[in-house]
C-alpha cells in the first residue's frame, strides 16, 4: 500500500519511524480544540501532551505488531504514524496462519497492558478519585486528566482494533484464525466481506452521528479491503505459474566493451528494459538493469563510459520449475532485476526480468 510522504524520525530496536506527512494537520487541530479556553498556556501544554501520549501509545502498538513479527523471523520495514493511527510495514506479511495471528493480536494486547498500566499509576497517585465525569477538551489542564484520558484511550484502542473489519487487526485475527480450518484464500474472502460490510456501516453510523473520523476510516477500511482482495488474487496466479513459462527465449545482448549509449538505443527500441552484460568470452559479467538507464539518460552525463565500468554485479541464474511467486521473493530479497532462466539439466532456456513480472501481473504477458 502507498502511503505517500513521510519522513523519518528516528529509530528503535533497529526500526524506522516515520511520520506521515497529514500529521501537520494536529497543529491547527490542538489550536481548534484548546480555542474554547482562549487559548490558555496550561491547556495548550497539557493538550499537546495528550496528543503525544496517545501516538505513543499507538507507536507502542504497532512495536508490539513488529517485536513479535521479529521474533517469529519476519523483519519490519518501517512504522509509520498518521493522524488516523500507525502501521508497521513488515517485509513480508506471513502466510503461516499461526504466525499472523500472533503478531496480529500482540498490537491490542500492548494497549491493553498500557491501559493496566496507567489506571495503576493512577491509582497509586491519585487514588480512586481519577474516576470523575470526563472533562473537556478546555478543561484538560492537569496530568491527572492527562493520564486518565490516555488510559480510557488504550482500552478504546484495545477494543476499536478488535473489530472484525479486515485489514484492521480484528479483521485480520478472523482472517488468520478462520485460515485455520479452511485455508487462507477463502479466509481472507470472508475476512473482506465483512469488512467492507463494516466500513459501510462506519460510515453510515459516523453520518448519524456526525462524526467526520468514522467515514474517513470506514471509506480506508473499504478500499484496503479490496487492495488485500486484489493482492491474493495477484499472489496466487504468480504461485500457480512456473517462470519457465513466463521467461523469453530471445534477449537482447550488450556487451562489456558497448557504451552507454549504446545500451541506451536498445533500451528505446522497446523490446527490453533490463538486460544482462556479456564478456568477450559470451560469459554473463554484470547486469544493466533499467534503472542505471534512466539514470544515465536523466543526467546526460559519461554516455561514452563503457558498460564494464557502469554496469551492477546484481543477476542471478533460476530453475524454470519455480513459481513466479517465488522469483517475485528472490528478485526483492537479492535486489536484481534479471535472471537466467535454466532447465533440470542447467541450460540456459531464456531470461525473465521484473517488466515481464509486472506485466504477468497487471494481465499483460509479454515475451
Do not use: C
Not at 499507538?58 to 519476519?74: D, I, K, M, S
Not at 496480529?104 to 495503576?120: D, E, K, S, Y
Not at 538493469?289 to 544515465?296: L, R
Amino acid at each position: 500500500m502507498n502511503l505517500g510522504r513521510s519522513f523519518l524520525i528516528g529509530r528503535l530496536f533497529n526500526i524506522p519511524v516515520r511520520l506521515h506527512w497529514t500529521i501537520f494537520l494536529l497543529i491547527p487541530f490542538i489550536a481548534f480544540q484548546t480555542a474554547p479556553s482562549g487559548y490558555a498556556y496550561e491547556n495548550i501544554f497539557w493538550f499537546t501532551i495528550l496528543v503525544i501520549g496517545v501516538f505513543g501509545s499507538v507507536l507502542l502498538h504497532e512495536y508490539g505488531h513488529a517485536l513479535t513479527a521479529r521474533f517469529l523471523g519476519y523483519s519490519t520495514r518501517d512504522i509509520i504514524l498518521s493522524p488516523i493511527g500507525g502501521v508497521a510495514r513488515l517485509e513480508k506479511f506471513p502466510k503461516d496462519s499461526k504466525h499472523e495471528l500472533w503478531i496480529t493480536i500482540a498490537g491490542p494486547l500492548v494497549n491493553i497492558a498500557l491501559a493496566i498500566i496507567f489506571a495503576f499509576l493512577l491509582v497509586i497517585l491519585y487514588g480512586m478519585g481519577f474516576l470523575p465525569a470526563s472533562a473537556t477538551v478546555s478543561e484538560i489542564d492537569n496530568p491527572n486528566e492527562v493520564l486518565r484520558i490516555i488510559m480510557i484511550t488504550n482500552i478504546a484502542l484495545f477494543l476499536f482494533n478488535l473489530i472484525p473489519a479486515f485489514p484492521m487487526d480484528g479483521g485480520r485475527i478472523l482472517r488468520a484464525s478462520i485460515a485455520l480450518i479452511i485455508g487462507r484464500e477463502k479466509s481472507t474472502k470472508i475476512a473482506v466481506t465483512i469488512g467492507k460490510i463494516m466500513a459501510v456501516l462506519f460510515v453510515i453510523g459516523g453520518i448519524y452521528v456526525g462524526s467526520t473520523t468514522l467515514p474517513i476510516i470506514g471509506i480506508f477500511i473499504f478500499f484496503s479491503a479490496g487492495n488485500e482482495m486484489k493482492q491474493l488474487g495477484h499472489e496466487q496466479r504468480l504461485n500457480d505459474t512456473l517462470v519457465k513459462s513466463l521467461s523469453r527465449e530471445e534477449q537482447v545482448k550488450l556487451h562489456i566493451g558497448d557504451t552507454i549509449l549504446d545500451a541506451i538505443a536498445r533500451y528505446n527500441e522497446g523490446v527490453q528494459r533490463n538486460f544482462l552484460v556479456y564478456n568477450s568470452l559470451g560469459y554473463v559479467a554484470g547486469a544493466l538493469p533499467e534503472y542505471y538507464i534512466q539514470q544515465a539518460i536523466s543526467s546526460g552525463v559519461g554516455l561514452d563510459k563503457k558498460l564494464g565500468q557502469y554496469m551492477s554485479t546484481a543477476w542471478t541464474s533460476v530453475s524454470g520449475n519455480l513459481s513466479a511467486l517465488e522469483l517475485f521473493d528472490i528478485f526483492k530479497k537479492q535486489g536484481v532485476a534479471i535472471a537466467h532462466v535454466m532447465d533440470d539439466d542447467g541450460v540456459i532456456i531464456g531470461i525473465i526480468d521484473r517488466n515481464i513480472l509486472g506485466n504477468f501481473i497487471n494481465n499483460e504477458v509479454d515475451k
